[in-house]
């Protein structure tokens, strides 16, 4: 059984505090250790800062997953922006368009269990998978 759990609208930069705290909420509501509530924290800052800074208007959708003997957060930031050109290029570690660190996706990616991601001119979506370890 999947259970729709709550979205958090993204339209301006403190909205990037309210989805990390309420996907912090939700690991721990749904038991994951300290340890992994941090890294699902940082990985929805990533993906609600990529709305905030490129498409300006999006969301962060929290979703609970069963599957036994384990549960699982699933997380999905859509926007309705430009889309990413070359998603590939963007997924390379160091390649940064705003002057940052570069760590964005691949670091997202490495700090979950599953990534997807899918863009168009008409918006992206990326779906991220945290699973709790039974």
Same mark, same amino acid.
């Given at each position: 059984?999947?259970?729709?759990?709550? *979205?958090?609208?993204?339209?301006?930069?403190?909205?990037?505090? #309210? $989805?990390? %705290?309420?996907?912090?909420?939700? $690991?721990?509501?749904? #038991? !994951?250790? *300290?340890?992994? %509530?941090?890294?699902?924290?940082? $990985?929805?800052?990533?993906l609600?800062?990529?709305i =905030?800074? =490129?498409?300006?208007?999006?969301? &962060?959708? !929290?979703?609970?997953?069963?599957?036994?003997?384990?549960?699982g957060?699933?997380?999905? $930031?859509?926007? %309705?922006?430009?889309?990413?050109?070359?998603? *590939?290029?963007?997924?390379?570690? /160091? =390649?940064?368009?705003? #002057?940052?660190? /570069?760590?964005?996706?691949?670091?997202?990616?490495?700090?979950?269990?599953? !990534?997807?991601?899918?863009?168009?001119?008409?918006?992206?979506?990326?779906?991220? &998978?945290?699973?709790t370890? &039974?």
């Amino acid at each position: 059984m999947n259970e729709t759990l709550s *979205s958090v609208p993204i339209r301006k930069e403190w909205d990037i505090v #309210g $989805a990390r %705290q309420t996907g912090r909420n939700w $690991a721990k509501d749904l #038991g !994951f250790g *300290s340890v992994d %509530q941090a890294r699902i924290a940082t $990985a929805i800052s990533e993906l609600a800062r990529n709305i =905030y800074l =490129y498409a300006k208007v999006g969301e &962060i959708n !929290f979703e609970r997953l069963d599957s036994v003997p384990s549960i699982g957060l699933k997380i999905t $930031a859509r926007d %309705q922006g430009p889309g990413i050109k070359e998603v *590939s290029k963007v997924m390379k570690d /160091g =390649y940064s368009t705003s #002057g940052g660190l /570069g760590a964005g996706l691949p670091g997202v990616k490495r700090l979950m269990d599953e !990534f997807d991601i899918e863009s168009t001119d008409a918006g992206t979506v990326v779906t991220v &998978i945290k699973w709790t370890r &039974i």
